[in-house]
C-alpha cells in the first residue's frame, strides 16, 4: 500500500501561484510514476501531469506553460507549480502513484481561484 498526503491548496486570486505538494509513504518501488489530477465540480476528473522517477514528464495540452510537475526521489514528493491561474482551475486536485499494475489516490487538496 501507498499512502498520499496532499498540500498546498488554498484560495488565490486570478493571475496568482500556488504550489502543490504531495508525500508519499508506504511501500514504494522505484520505478514508479507520480502525477495529478484534478476535478471541478459538476465535472469529471481529468488528467493534469505526471513525471516518472527519471524525470519525464507529460501535461494536459491545455496546462502546458503554466503548469510545472517536479518530484524529489530522495523524498517520495511531487510538487505542481501553477502559475497565471484562471477561475477555470478550481477543482480538487489530487495526487496519484502507479506502480507494478496498481493506482493509488490521495484525499485532494481544494484550489480555488476568485476572479
Known amino acids: 500500500q501507498v499512502q498520499l498526503v496532499e498540500s498546498g491548496g488554498g484560495l488565490v486570486e486570478a493571475g496568482g501561484s500556488l504550489r502543490l505538494s504531495c508525500a508519499a509513504s508506504?511501500?514504494?518501488?522505484?520505478?514508479?510514476?507520480m502525477g495529478w489530477y484534478r476535478q471541478a465540480p459538476g465535472k469529471q476528473r481529468e488528467f493534469v501531469a505526471t513525471?516518472?522517477?527519471?524525470?519525464?514528464?507529460s501535461y494536459a495540452d491545455s496546462l502546458k506553460g503554466r503548469f510545472t510537475i517536479s518530484r524529489d526521489n530522495t523524498r517520495n514528493r511531487v510538487h505542481l507549480q501553477m502559475s497565471s491561474l484562471k477561475p477555470e482551475d478550481t477543482a480538487v486536485y489530487f495526487c496519484?502513484?502507479?506502480?507494478?499494475?496498481?493506482?493509488?489516490w490521495g484525499q485532494g487538496t481544494q484550489v480555488t481561484v476568485s476572479s
Open positions: 496519484t502513484e502507479r506502480q507494478g499494475g496498481q493506482e493509488f
Open positions: 508506504g511501500n514504494i518501488f522505484y520505478g514508479n510514476t
Open positions: 513525471i516518472t522517477t527519471g524525470g519525464s514528464t
